[in-house]
Every structure is written in C-alpha cells, then in structure tokens.
C-alpha cells in the first residue's frame, strides 16, 4: 500500500512557499520545509500535520543534507521556493556589488541546483521538480540584473535538467506579481495592494504538482485548473 506522498519546500515561512505548505498539507502530503527565520518558520508551520520545519540557508550544504535526510529515501516533490531578492533599491549592473550578485547566485541557482542533486537517487518515478522563476527572467527590468539574470540562469537549468531526467516532470514555474514581503521589497514604499495574495497562485502549481502536464516552463495564469 502507497504510503503518503513526501516533498520538499523551501522558503515556507511566508508567501507563497507557506500557501503551497498549507496546501499540500490539507491534501495529506509528508512535508520537510525550510527558511532562514527559525522563529518564523516554527510559528508559520505550527498546528500544520505531517510538516517538519527545518530553519536554515539553502546555501548551506549540511542544511541541504539535512532537508533531503530527513525526508526519506523517497520524494514524490521538491520545491525550490527560497530565493534572494538581492540590494534594495536595486543597483544599476554598472555599480553591482560583485560580492552581492555572487550570493544571488549561490541561494537563487546554486543551491536549486544542489538540492535536486541529492534528492534524484530518492525521486519516485514521476516525481516532480519545480523551480520557482519569474517575468524578471525574460523581460530586461532596469534595475533587475542581478535578480533576474539569476532566474533566467534558473531557467536554462531547469529546462536542461529536465530533457536530461525524462522520467521526472521538472518546471519551471512563474507566478506572477503577488502581495508579498519580497515583493514589497522589491518596491520599497509603493503601494502593493492590488497585487493577489500568494494563495491564489496555489490552484495553478497544484495542477501541476497533481496532474501530467509535461515538462517545461509555465506562468502560472496559464495553466488550466480543474473546476475553474
């Protein structure tokens, strides 16, 4: 008898890595989770069953290998979420801190990256890879390169990663703009109220998580829902 289904999600102490925690956890998923804030992360995901939060750095090795450790030897999901936005207001490419932009990297890229490597000898046949993008990837923002040169390096490396796992289903996902604290950030003192809360881009990633759609990239106002 199958037993619940185990994934991964990170950056699931706010937007939308707790919306599709909470989620997933309604539909009786097995869940490992991680953020930077223990004290966030640990009062976002209390009262949730079968969630095991885990603070820390998705830069960091030994806390990847805690994550994929403590999910099993067998994962039907992983969610690479956790992202940097980079300095606020954001630096022109001309006057990027080089020190900033390669620690985008390491967390935004890198460490999605490392996080796949050592869960794919634990992926179910069919298990799913999704890797959170974003319009920044493939539209050239004034004041976006470091953040969106980071998405679309995660792009490319989704796209390769799945042609070379054709058993998995591996996406790469855009949301679109959401009423989020990154987002605040990423427009200090403007007013972010008409953007949609993170919980109304879950519908569109659990079509993915449960359905068949093949491989690829997809804005998640696209997807087709079931009932919508």
């Not at 997933?24 to 992360?41: F, I």
């Not at 000898?121 to 923002?141: G, K």
């Not at 972010?192 to 359905?211: H, K, M, N, Q, W």
Request: aromatic letters at 4%; a negative charge; charged letters at 25%.
């Amino acid at each position: 008898m199958r037993s619940m289904p185990v994934g991964i999600v990170t950056g699931a102490s706010r937007g939308l890595g707790l919306a599709l925690t909470r989620a997933l956890a309604e539909r009786g998923w097995r869940l490992v989770v991680d953020a930077r804030g223990e004290e966030q992360l640990e009062a976002a995901t209390a009262g949730l069953e079968g969630v095991l939060a885990i603070a820390g750095d998705v830069a960091d090795p030994d806390h990847r290998r805690a994550l994929v450790d403590a999910a099993g030897d067998r994962i039907d999901l992983l969610v690479n979420n956790a992202s940097m936005l980079g300095p606020s207001p954001r630096p022109a490419l001309a006057d990027y801190p080089l020190g900033e932009l390669r620690r985008l990297f390491e967390v935004n890229l890198f460490a999605p990256l490392a996080l796949a490597q050592l869960a794919l000898p634990r992926l179910e046949p069919d298990a799913t890879i999704l890797d959170i993008t974003s319009d920044a990837a493939v539209e050239p923002y004034e004041g976006w390169g470091g953040y969106g040169s980071s998405k679309a390096a995660l792009d490319q490396l989704t796209a390769i990663l799945a042609e070379e796992q054709p058993g998995l289903r591996v996406y790469s996902v855009d949301p679109g703009d959401m009423r989020t604290q990154m987002h605040q950030e990423a427009f200090p003192g403007e007013d972010i109220s008409d953007r949609p809360p993170p919980e109304e881009s879950v519908p569109g990633v659990l079509a993915l998580v449960e359905g068949s759609h093949p491989s690829g990239r997809y804005r998640i106002g696209e997807i087709a829902v079931s009932g919508s």
